[in-house]
Each structure stands twice: as C-alpha cells, then as structure tokens.
C-alpha cells in the first residue's frame, strides 16, 4: 500500500483549482476549519462530519506499559486522546476503490 500524505498545500491548491478562490483565501479558509475543528474537540469532545466520519476525545487511564527494547515496565500516566470513526458512507467508498 502506498503511503501519502495530503497536506495542507495540497488542500488549498484544491480550493484554488476547484473553488477559483484566491490562494491566501483558500489558506486562510483551510486554517479557519482546522482551528475550528481543534475547538470544537477541546470544547465538547466530540466532532462529526457528515458523510466524513466523528472525532471523539476519550480519556485513557493510568495503566503500567513494557518499554519494547529493554522489556522493563513502566507507568504510562493517563492521557486524553482523539479518536476517528468513518462514516457508513466513507466505509463503502473506501471498500469499492481496491488497487
């Protein structure tokens, strides 16, 4: 499986090209949805995007770890982490596009 990744750039040249939306615009855009995005997680813990999927924040507990190396243990400390569901609608997408 080949690894890319899309980066901001390549989003706002998106919006250049299929929106006709001046490139500063476009970027100014893009970071207004990211930050929404980020806000909206810190704020309410939950993001869905309809057709796109739902970002959750879930809490992680303190739990003892092994360092993969050494094999000692270690106490990995409790932690928030974002989590991201596919929409049914991505899910099938995704399925049907086979290399």
Known sequence: MKTTTLTRADISD???REVDM???RASE?????????IESLVAKGT??????GSF????????VGRNP???KEA???PRRVITFKPSQYMKEKVQRRKE
């Open 29 to 37: 855009f893009l970071e207004a949805v990211l930050n929404n995005v």
């Open 47 to 52: 993001v869905k995007v309809s057709s796109f």
């Open 22 to 24: 001046p490139r500063q």
């Open 14 to 16: 998106t919006l250049v």
């Open 75 to 77: 106490i990995i400390s």
């Open 69 to 71: 190396k050494t094999g």
């Open 56 to 63: 959750n924040v879930r809490q992680k507990a303190r739990r």
